[in-house]
């Protein structure tokens, strides 16, 4: 069944967004449900974080609705595939 996840822009809580000189942290994206039942923090460099990064950076407020599934991986068992070639109209959603 396909469902539907959020996606936010991480939050960047180094040093440098502080005001102060320090290293910068590599970008994780949050991706949960309405209910949140699934949370993902997806690492930089993982598979698909590059395409939801960029779903997410295009809209205004850095936080996009998408389509989500769960699939049977044979060596991952598992996973869930997040779909950012088409979404969910993003208005209707309040979460």
Known sequence: DVFVVKAQAPLDNSDDA???????????????????????????????????????LSQREQVIYLFAKFEMDSTLGESVRVFTEEYPEQKGHVW
């Open 18 to 56: 502080r005001g102060g000189i320090g290293r910068m942290v590599p970008q994780i994206l949050l991706v949960h449900d309405q209910n949140q039942h699934f949370i993902r923090f997806v690492e930089e460099g993982e598979t698909g974080h590059t395409a939801i990064l960029r779903a997410i």
